[in-house]
């Protein structure tokens, strides 16, 4: 067995003033275990900070010292482990005997799927890092939120079609949530330092 991945990627990356910050992304993934028809996976992504720190407003605030606003969207995919789900494949079968001459045979092993394709996760992302006193105390804030779908996953069949199950695209799942990451310098002083951190 083999199978082939290729992929393209294109990236622009967009500063002003170092305070405004936008990233652009475009993914292209085509795998040799999905049909000729849906081999390919396009997933896009976009990103956006304001280093509002750097602003005119906030100079005068001395115990900041890093105050950034983040959002982003974009997609990946996922492909399956298995090869050759797009056509069906045959396996070893039982011995027949015709005119007292034992015979191979062949049997049909899977079911031919050749509309699977990519499955594809969507998440957006909303956050803010922060940081005081030159630093001794940093973290972040974060809010995502992600769609999965087209989930690969293995069907049962019907016991009339012969095969136990099938990989298809079904379904989908959402995950949101609230991430908080903290971390602070204890003490740094003569070549001694220890941080503590909490998410």
């Known amino acids: 067995q083999e199978n082939k991945l290729v992929s393209f990627l294109g990236r622009v990356n967009y500063s002003f003033n170092s305070k405004y910050l936008l990233t652009l992304s475009m993914r292209a993934d085509g795998s040799a275990r999905f049909g000729p028809n849906k081999r390919f996976g ?14 005119a407003f906030l100079k005068n605030v001395n115990f900041l010292s890093e105050l950034k606003l ?11 482990t298995i090869n050759y789900l797009y ?13 007292g001459n034992r015979y191979s045979s062949l049997q049909p092993s899977r079911s031919a799927n050749p509309d699977l394709q990519w499955e594809s996760a969507v998440q957006a992302d909303l956050g803010v890092d922060f940081g005081f006193f030159n630093g ?28 136990g199950s099938r990989i298809e695209n079904v379904g989908s799942m959402r995950n ?24």
């Open 176 to 199: 949101t949530g609230v991430e908080l990451a903290l971390k602070g310098i204890l003490t740094d002083k003569n070549g001694f330092r220890v941080d503590a951190g909490f998410s």
């Open 136 to 163: 001794r105390l940093t973290g972040s804030i974060d809010y995502y939120n992600r769609k999965t779908s087209n989930l690969l996953y293995d069907i049962p069949q019907p016991a009339s079609t012969g095969f």
């Open 42 to 55: 396009y997933f896009p992504s976009a990103a956006l900070a304001w280093r509002i720190q750097d602003e």
């Open 87 to 99: 056509f069906s494949t045959f396996s070893a079968g039982r011995n027949a005997v015709f005119n």
């Open 70 to 80: 983040r959002a982003s969207y974009g997609a990946t995919g996922n492909q399956p």
